[in-house]
């Protein structure tokens, strides 16, 4: 479903130049859960954006399906990622003065057009599937941080994405609010979404089906 070539990705800083994406190659299947684990630094974070296509690369090709988006206009790249791509981050990114059905319904939000009823339905199945029934019309600061970050898991769910990308998605929980987090996307998984997370947590790593250890910007087992 996703194949990376000799992905490459520098920053510069002045007249340094920072090589943290070397040669990374990978594939990633339909219906596959991927855990990407390393260090603070190791790269992590910048292959999730190059993958998601939140970044460039520098260097290298990906392909969605046998379609490059290596070299993609933004506009068709915009297109690739509402469609078929959906993000969770470490910090939730709710609007504060939305309530969670608001929230997680921002995707389909046009200021031209009332969103429509089949996508309220959907978007209360979503907030059901993480536990979240009876809890609708809760703003985020009347919701506890694990039921926060399960706001922005509906809201990532709410278009159907082909590919669900999370990047530390627990970095801000504790221990019992990561364990919730990482039994929905084995409920997930188990529905057959294909899921990438990316984590410095080994046991969250571990409830993946495969384990990509990243180190100074290699894939190394
Ligand atoms: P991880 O997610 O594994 O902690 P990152 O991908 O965030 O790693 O960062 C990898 C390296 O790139 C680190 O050395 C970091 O300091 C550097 N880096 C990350 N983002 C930027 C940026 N926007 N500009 C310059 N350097 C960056
Ligand atoms: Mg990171």
Redesign the pocket.
């Given at each position: 479903m996703l194949r990376v070539n000799n992905v490459n990705k520098f920053?510069s800083?002045g007249e340094e130049k920072?090589h943290?994406l070397k040669d990374v190659s990978l594939n990633i299947g339909r219906g596959e859960f991927i855990s990407i684990c390393?260090?603070?630094?190791?790269?992590?974070?910048?292959?999730l954006?190059v993958l998601s296509t939140l970044m460039k690369p520098d260097g290298g090709e990906l392909y969605y399906n046998d379609t490059g988006y290596h070299h993609m206009k933004e506009r068709d790249l915009n297109r690739l990622r509402n469609n078929c791509y959906s993000m969770i981050f470490q910090f939730h990114y709710l609007i504060p003065y939305l309530n969670a059905l608001e929230n997680v319904l921002l995707p389909f939000t046009n200021r031209l057009f009332p969103v429509h009823k089949k996508n309220v339905e959907y978007a209360k199945e979503c907030l059901d599937k993480v536990d979240l029934q009876g809890k609708y019309e809760r703003l985020p600061g009347q919701l506890s941080g694990g039921e926060q970050q399960r706001v922005a898991v509906a809201r990532a769910l709410v278009k159907k994405p082909e590919i669900l990308f999370a990047?530390?998605p627990t970095g801000s929980l504790d221990d019992e609010n990561s364990r919730e987090i990482a039994r929905i996307f084995t409920d997930l998984h188990a529905e057959g979404y294909t899921i990438v997370m990316?984590t410095?947590d080994i046991t969250m790593a571990g409830y993946a089906e495969k384990i990509l250890n990243?180190k100074d910007?290699k894939i190394v087992s």
């Open positions: 920053y800083n920072n943290v390393g260090k603070s630094g190791s790269g992590k974070s910048t292959l954006n990047d530390e990316v410095h990243m910007g």
